[in-house]
Every structure is written in C-alpha cells, then in structure tokens.
C-alpha cells in the first residue's frame, strides 16, 4: 500500500511545488512508484512537469464526479513518476465543495481506488488554508512541510501546526508531520542560521539533515518543463534532491 503525503505551508514562494516536482523525480531513480497530484488551481506543478493546462481531464474533473482518477493520471518526463494534472478549473471546486456533503474526504476517496499502485503519492496543495488543503491534509497519512530559510518563515507555521492538530482531533486521525525542508538555503547570511536553529527547536528531529540550497539550475527548470534531474543532474539543486529522496526513503526503514 502506498503512502500518502501532502505537502503544504500557506505561504507561498517556500518551495512548495518546486519541492513537489524534484523530490517526486529523484524519489522516482530509486525505483519507486511515484504520482504527483497537482491540487493547486495555478497548474505549477503541471507545467512544471511540462504538461499541458489545457487539458479537460483534471484533478477538478475526478473530484467533480466526471471522471474517474484512473482516467486523469498521465505519465510525466520523469521516469516511474506519472502525475493528475490541475489548471484553473480546480479553483471552482474550492467553492463548489463548500456545501457539498462529506466535503473533505473528496480527494481521499478518489485517490483510494489507485493507492496501492504506487509507493508514494505527494500532494501539491495550494499556498492556503481552505477547502482544498483541508481535503489535502484529510486524505494524506503525512505532511511534508517545505520552509524557507528566511525571516517570515516561522511566524505562520504555527498556524499550520494547528491546523494539521485540528485535522487530526476531527478528521484524519493518524495524520503526522512527515518532515520539515528548510528550502531556499544561502549559508552566507547569519540569518539563515538563527532559522536552521528556531527550526529545529521547534521540530527537533523532524528536520530533515538535507537542506535545499538556492540555485539557479533548480529555479530556471520549470521553464524548461522538466525536473532539476533531467535539466542539470550534476548541479547542487539535483544533488541534494536525491540526498533529500535517500533521507526520506530510509525514514520509511
């Protein structure tokens, strides 16, 4: 049975989807079976894998009811690593779920039926606390938390904490903090140090050793449409993406 993991902070520009789409990529070269679900309505994810957001079979269509996930996932460049792509459309269904019955178990019903075709499903969830997070954080077994070692970047996690806290009193009981990624790494600056340290006060060991530093290579990438891997593979971004896929995988050892 595969494992489910949501990555999510609400604030935007930490890394999220970058981490979403090479983290994927690299865990992918260790053999493993990997789907990316883009559930964020700017579609980076999607392109970022080079795909399409004009395509009528979505995130949005399989949550809608019209059609099957099955019929959605699509494979990506990266070998072993398919995706179910997202573009504007799914910004409707943050408002249409909102009256709907059962609202927050949308996404955890429809990724039941494919689970255990894969070793890891990553949930791109959008820079926000609503409806489509929650539905994020309610299907997830675990939340990956990307954070940018810069100074307004522990000032609203707790505010994520506390929502992941209240998914677990009310809705998904055995959710758990997969990680922290300190992402967006510049040694150069004191800074960034006094962040590694607030960081790791509060998480303890769930900071992850392997830390993202900022680099050009990984920024330019989504513009090519490809993973940082299949861009430069011997860059500092590519490396420490697949330091960061050996950590995660021998955490699940």
Known sequence: MGKIIAIANQKGGVGKTTTAINLSAAIATANKRVLVVDFDQQGNATSGFGLSLDSDKTIYEVIMGHIDIGEAIVKSVAANCDIVPANINLAGAAVELVNMKDREFFLKNALHSIKSDYDYIFIDCPPSLGMLTINGLAACDTVLIPLQTEFFALL??????????????????????????LTMLDKRTHLTDDVIKNTIRHFGNKVYKTMIPRNIKVAESPSFGVPVLLHDKNCIGSKAYIELAKELIDGEK
């Open 156 to 181: 609203g996690i707790s505010q994520l904490v506390d929502t992941i806290n209240l998914i677990k009193q009310s809705i998904n009981p055995n959710i758990s903090i997969e990680g922290v990624i």
